[in-house]
């Protein structure tokens, strides 16, 4: 079993900054068996959406509306996952879940509890 804990999430006004933070731990957990780790957000009404993932070897992906804005950085040996949000616009405000695959026998996806993203105009 596997434990995220975010931190992070706020208020901010339209055009600034804030950062998420995501840890992975557990019992018996072995980070090098982390997969994918990566953001999803929900708004009000609408469906999760993948925000930005990162693989174990670095390669990362992006949804459309965040790119050039949003980056996402990972320590394998700490087993974080962090995504630096600049240039805010109140369309990013949601709730973001960080999600962790952990790749064994098969794969066993874990998410956070979710942290508020609240971008003001």
């Known amino acids: 079993q596997v434990q995220l804990v975010e931190s992070g999430g706020g208020l901010v006004q339209a055009g600034g900054s804030l950062r998420l933070s995501c840890a992975a731990s557990?019992?018996?957990?072995?980070?090098?068996?982390?997969?994918?780790m990566g953001w999803y957000r929900q708004a009000p009404g609408k469906e999760r959406e993948l925000v930005a993932t990162?693989?174990?070897?670095?390669?990362?992906n992006y949804v459309d509306s965040v790119k050039g804005r949003f980056n996402i950085f990972r320590d394998n040996a700490k087993a974080t996952v962090d995504l630096q949000m600049n240039s805010l616009k109140p369309e990013d405000t949601a709730v973001y879940y960080c999600?962790?695959?952990?790749?064994?026998?098969?794969?066993?996806?874990?998410w956070g509890q979710g942290t508020q993203v609240t971008v003001s105009s």
């Open positions: 999600n962790v695959v952990v790749k064994l026998l098969r794969e066993y996806v874990y």
């Open positions: 557990g019992r018996s957990f072995n980070i090098n068996n982390i997969n994918v």
């Open positions: 990162i693989t174990k070897g670095g390669t990362t």
